[in-house]
């Protein structure tokens, strides 16, 4: 038995040696420790030896299980040790090779535009509301006061959806959502884009982008109008700029006019920028119709208000120096990055 034992360690001891993997390990500790090892085994069959053997081959094979325990422990670490350094060599870094530089993208610049617009509002308290691009026609045009022949209705301005539905032309519907949906007082503003049946050329695009705004309260006047967007001209295209009041005609406001600015490159003087005549038109504006709020479910007895819609797009092309809308649309990289 006790023999055995000694062989038992001696074979158990070389094909430890020779392992060179975890899981060959892990099969050779079943293969002698395990439950049906084979020291387990000879330790099974100490019943059945003569009592004054067993203290004796119980005490060599308890050795022989530690011997062999603490060996496989032994190479157990060094094979983990040496599994490790394998592995740090296959992920050596290379600190001198030069790093891949990731580009970091920034604001198109309408965008930007939008934001300066909204951040210039906000600080005179107005509030942002949003619409949809996908307008009913009464928004778009019913609710508007916009009369049955207006030619912007024509199919060949407007992209129609069918005869509900449209791709608004204007953010002015966001005046009616506002309007049925909030109690006066009513201060918002609201950016997005709008679409028109338009041929795409410098100075035109079938989508483009406005700013709306909406003031609607008691003892709501003109001067309130043109106090406002004065002040608006003067955040937007420094403080010595001049607006001028020129009448118009909007269906959903009366009176309406247009506004323009002095030309921010010449003061006024008159340059090649502003064609020589020293101003520069910049929105539509006017008084709500009556019409229009009574429409809404307000009371036009008790409430005024004013309202205007901006061109972004011609607003970031007169600030930025942008002769072209298509530039801003087609994504060309090397344009994105001036700005
Ligand atoms: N919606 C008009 C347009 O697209 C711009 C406009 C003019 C908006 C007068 C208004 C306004 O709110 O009062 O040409």
């Known amino acids: 038995m006790e023999k055995i034992l000694d062989i038992m360690f001696e074979k158990a001891t070389n094909q430890i040696e020779k392992c060179s ?3 060959e390990l892990a099969e050779i500790k079943v293969k002698f420790l395990g439950r049906k090892g084979e020291v387990t085994e000879v330790l099974k069959k100490m019943g059945s030896l003569p009592v004054e053997l067993k203290p004796i081959i119980g005490k060599k094979a308890n050795i022989v299980r530690n011997k062999i325990e603490n060996h ?3 190479i157990e670490k060094m094979l983990e040790e040496k599994m490790l350094l394998k592995k740090l060599e296959n992920e050596d870094i290379d600190v001198t090779i030069p ?7 920034h604001q198109h610049p309408i965008s930007k535009m939008i934001d300066e617009l909204n951040q210039i509002f906000i600080g005179m308290g107005f509030m942002i509301a949003e619409g949809p691009e996908i307008e009913t026609v009464y928004n778009n045009f019913d609710a508007l006061n916009s009369p049955e022949n ?6 060949s301005d407007t992209f129609y959806i069918n005869d509900e539905l449209l791709l608004r032309t204007q953010t002015s519907p966001v005046q009616i959502r506002t309007m049925k949906s909030q109690e006066p007082p ?11 049946f338009d041929e795409l050329d410098a100075t035109h695009s079938p989508m483009f982008h406005q700013i709306e705004g909406l003031v ?3 003892n709501i006047t003109m001067a309130d109008l043109k106090g406002t967007l004065d002040l608006v001209a003067k955040r937007v295209f420094g403080e010595n700029t001049m607006t001028k009041f020129r009448p118009h005609d909007f269906p959903f406001t009366e009176p309406s006019a247009e506004v323009d600015v002095t030309c921010f490159k010449c003061g006024g003087k008159g340059c090649k920028f502003c064609s020589g005549n020293g101003w520069i038109e910049i929105l539509g504006c006017g008084m709500v119709h009556p019409k229009v709020l009574e429409e809404c479910g307000i009371d036009s007895e008790k409430y005024s208000g004013f309202a205007f819609g901006m061109g972004i797009d011609r607003i970031a092309m007169l600030k930025y120096e942008i002769d072209d809308i ?11 990055k001036q700005f």
């Not at 790093?99 to 993208?105: F, L, M, N, R, Y």
């Not at 207006?150 to 199919?155: F, L, T």
């Not at 298509?326 to 994105?336: A, G, H, K, P, Q």
């Open 72 to 74: 496989i422990k032994e």
């Open 216 to 218: 609607i309260d008691e």
């Open 99 to 105: 790093g891949v530089k990731k580009e970091v993208g």
């Open 326 to 336: 298509r530039v801003l649309f087609e994504n060309d990289v090397r344009f994105l």
């Open 186 to 196: 009513i201060k918002i503003i609201s950016p997005g884009r709008c679409f028109r």
């Open 21 to 23: 993997s975890l899981e």
């Open 150 to 155: 207006h030619p912007s209705r024509s199919k």
